[in-house]
T-cell receptor, first 113, second 120 residues
Framework: DAKTTQPPSMDCAEGRAANLPCNHS???????VYWYRQIHSQGPQYIIHGLKNNETNEMASLIITEDRKSSTLILPHATLRDTAVYYCIVRSLVSNTGNQFYFGTGTSLTVIP | GAVVSQHPSRVICKSGTSVKIECRSLDFQATTMFWYRQFPKQSLMLMAT?????????EQGVEKDKFLINHASLTLSTLTVTSAHPEDSSFYIC????????????????FGDGTRLSIL
């Protein structure tokens, strides 16, 4: 079962920062938060992940609250190619060989010209 | 970055046919791969966890005799949809967990581009 809650849709003006929130209030102490995005008819693309510190890479920044119950993915300068469904996932340890991901419904981000 | 290749990208076949989908990790060894299914306008649904050298672990409600998984090497997992019917038409996606240099909880999955299966 998915352990995250995201708004179903968001709009963002091209060139502006896109801030995508995610609630994961039942997250455990050793569980990472992962973000992926899926452009129509493609496989999900890895964006970023983190445990408790803020993370940044060439694609995005991840801000995790101090209590780790929520996080925000930031796309600093959204482009039309960033239009996609964004998934926030908390990794679920089902077995020692697992690392299963259970996808929620995600946020459909539309970048507007 | 890590690359996972999935083949074929699209399959159209008659009802009753068995269809095999391949998933390869191209630049890392994947002891664990995953198979998902996605229906239109829905999210990805995990079907099974494929472990190299052992039996796959299926999610509740997924028929293991219908969806045969083989993970014979560290770079290849296959999903065979046996005796496919129109209701099996879907977007099938695989992923591989990259275990290089990280503990289990700190290992991203890398996804293939999916296989669109259409059963007539």
């Amino acid at each position: 079962d998915a352990k995250t809650t995201q708004p179903p849709s968001m709009d963002c003006a091209e060139g502006r920062a896109a801030n995508l929130p995610c609630n994961h209030s039942t997250i455990s102490g050793n569980e990472y938060v992962y973000w992926y995005r899926q452009i129509h008819s493609q496989g999900p693309q890895y964006i970023i992940h983190g445990l408790k510190n803020n993370e940044t890479n060439e694609m995005a920044s991840l801000i995790i609250t101090e209590d780790r119950k929520s996080s925000t993915l930031i796309l600093p300068h959204a482009t039309l190619r960033d239009t996609a469904v964004y998934y926030c996932i908390v990794r679920s340890l089902v077995s020692n060989t697992g690392n299963q991901f259970y996808f929620g419904t995600g946020t459909s981000l539309t970048v507007i010209p | 970055g890590a690359v996972v290749s999935q083949h074929p990208s699209r399959v159209i076949c008659k009802s009753g046919t068995s269809v095999k989908i391949e998933c390869r990790s191209l630049d890392f060894q994947a002891t664990t791969m995953f198979w998902y299914r996605q229906f239109p306008k829905q999210s990805l649904m995990l079907m099974a966890t494929s472990n190299e050298g052992s039996k796959a672990t299926y999610e509740q409600g997924v028929e293991k005799d219908k969806f045969l998984i083989n993970h014979a090497s560290l770079t290849l997992s296959t999903l065979t949809v046996t005796s496919a019917h129109p209701e099996d038409s879907s977007f099938y996606i695989c992923s591989a967990r990259d275990p290089t240099g990280r503990d289990l909880s700190n290992q991203p999955q890398h996804f293939g581009d999916g296989t669109r299966l259409s059963i007539l």
